[in-house]
């Protein structure tokens, strides 16, 4: 499994222009083959920097969204909201405590 965390920084005025193109495009990436998982954080001190938090069965999965139509329409509607360059983690749970 693979776990990305994707920050982003928006413009103040432009967050709810993020939360709404979210709204719109979570059910069709939570259920894009080999999206096993996904939700959307806030940072509780600066409400204008989101994370997305997905997991997906591999890589191959996750580079196989990141080529998909679906992904360059919700990525080309975000980025232009952008304050600052975001940043991306692709990471491995080493343990899971339940």
Same mark, same amino acid.
């Given at each position: 499994m #693979?776990? /990305?965390i994707v920050k982003?920084?928006?413009r103040n005025d432009e967050v709810e222009n993020f939360l709404k193109i979210f709204e719109e495009a979570k059910t069709k990436i939570r259920n894009f083959e080999g999206c096993i998982y996904l939700e959307l954080w806030q940072d509780k001190t600066h409400s204008n920097i989101l994370f997305t938090h997905s997991h997906w069965l591999n890589e191959n999965d996750l580079e196989?969204? /990141?080529q998909s139509a679906l992904f360059a329409n919700t990525w080309n509607r975000t980025k232009i #909201?952008?304050?600052?360059k975001p940043e991306t983690w692709s990471v491995a749970a080493l343990a899971i405590l339940d």
């Amino acid at each position: 499994m #693979l776990i /990305r965390i994707v920050k982003m920084t928006f413009r103040n005025d432009e967050v709810e222009n993020f939360l709404k193109i979210f709204e719109e495009a979570k059910t069709k990436i939570r259920n894009f083959e080999g999206c096993i998982y996904l939700e959307l954080w806030q940072d509780k001190t600066h409400s204008n920097i989101l994370f997305t938090h997905s997991h997906w069965l591999n890589e191959n999965d996750l580079e196989n969204y /990141r080529q998909s139509a679906l992904f360059a329409n919700t990525w080309n509607r975000t980025k232009i #909201l952008f304050a600052d360059k975001p940043e991306t983690w692709s990471v491995a749970a080493l343990a899971i405590l339940d």
